[in-house]
Every structure is written in C-alpha cells, then in structure tokens.
C-alpha cells in the first residue's frame, strides 16, 4: 500500500526559504522508474506542478520556478523535501507531493497535503 | 495563464453525459500522454485517466478520455451529484521539460 504525506510549516514570512518534507512508504525510490513529484494549490486556484525527482536522481524543475526549487531525496528515510527560496504572499498554497511511475501512471498516489501561508 | 486550456465551467443534470475538453499543443498533448484528475473540495486530486484513455482500478466506467491531435476529452456519462468537482488534464511538454497543468474545469450537477 502506497502513502505519502507532507509536513512543513504552517506560515512562512515573506523572502524566507519554505521546506516541506514528503514521507512516503510502500514504495522505494531507488530504481529510474520511480520518482515523487511536488504540485501546489493557492487557494481557489487550479493546480500547478513545481518539480519531480527520480530514485537515480534525475531531477525537473518547474521552468517558472526553477530558480528558487531545490528537490532532493533521503532515500535511506524515505523522504523527499523541497525547498523554495524567497518566498512570497502568492506561494501561500496546500503543497502536494505524489507518487509518479515515469509517466506510466501519471499521479496514482497524493499525500492529504499541507497548507502553508507566506505572510508577515 | 495555463499551457493546458480548459473551460471553466461545465454542468450538467443527473443522467446526462458532459464532456471536458483540454487544448495544448504539439509540444504537449500532440506527442505526450494526457492524464486526468479530480479534485474534491478539501481533497487531494484523484487520478481519474492515464495514458489517454485508461481508468485506474475503481475508477467507474462512467469516466472516459480520448485524445485527437493536440485536443484531449474527458467524458462522464450518468452524471451524477457527487461528480461535482474540479476536473484537470495534465501531460509532459517536452519544450518545456516540464509537466503542465489544464487551469480546472468546475463542474456543476444541476
């Protein structure tokens, strides 16, 4: 059974660097064909991806965002944690991260999500 | 301002069927699978269609997409009052490098 679940910060003041860490189980990322990805939600607005990791590290960022995303994986804790630098009032949004099999299967598996404000 | 474009809206009443298009581009839907996800008010999206037009197991065979050039289509038939939610394509753009999202299709069961 596959599970995912974020953590993180409930607020976040503006130009600070937000983390939020993904915790999975009932997979492992370590081979090519497995990767999590990170997608968010502002409020009322529609969804967007920021960046998809694989277990051989391959690594795709959102072009939009590129400069301020870092993904990375501890493959030994079975965590996945992206961090955005710099943010701002607009990153207030539920962060998602998702199982991804290469495209295969698109996004079969999400995590319930966590809602982080950028506010002072 | 989406890569993918959806409309909206769409509703529909108990029974009927209601189709959701995506548009995109060569760089997108034109060479790449197109994935489709339901969002719940308060949940996290569903995968609802992979790979164009293959339902995940429990996914009922109300929901079906299709993909035609650079347009895709998610199709729900027997509409009915729990299907009310956003609905989202998705795929690959291999210019971009990146996966895109449609901007959400509100779908209302009158």
């Known amino acids: 059974q596959i599970t995912l679940k974020e953590s993180g910060p409930t607020l976040v003041k503006p130009t600070q660097t937000l983390t939020v860490t993904c915790t999975f189980s009932?997979?492992?990322?370590?081979?090519?064909?497995?990767?999590v990805a990170w997608i968010r939600q502002p409020p009322g607005k529609a969804l967007e991806w920021l960046a998809l990791?694989?277990?051989?590290?391959?690594?795709r960022y959102s072009p939009s965002l590129k400069s301020r995303l870092s993904i990375t994986k501890d493959t030994s804790k079975n965590q996945v944690v992206l961090t955005m630098t710099n943010v701002d009032p607009v990153d207030t949004a539920t962060y998602y991260c998702?199982?991804?099999?290469?495209?295969?299967?698109?996004?079969?598996?999400w995590g319930q999500g966590t809602l982080v404000a950028v506010s002072s | 301002q989406s890569v993918l474009t959806q409309p909206p809206s769409a509703s529909g009443t108990p029974g009927q069927k209601v189709t959701i298009s995506c548009s995109g581009s060569s760089s997108n839907i034109g060479s790449n699978y197109v994935y489709w996800y339901q969002n719940l008010p308060g949940t996290a999206p569903k995968l609802l269609i992979y790979r164009n037009n293959q339902r995940p197991s429990g996914v009922p065979d109300r929901f079906s997409g299709s993909r035609s050039g650079t347009s895709a289509s998610l199709a729900i038939s027997g509409l009915r009052s729990e299907d009310e939610a956003d609905y989202y394509c998705a795929a690959w753009d291999a210019s971009l490098s990146a996966v895109v999202f449609g901007g959400g299709t509100k779908l209302t069961v009158l």
């Open positions: 998702a199982h991804d099999s290469r495209g295969y299967k698109g996004f079969e598996y």
């Open positions: 009932g997979f492992s990322l370590s081979t090519s064909e497995v990767g």
């Open positions: 990791i694989y277990g051989n590290d391959d690594k």
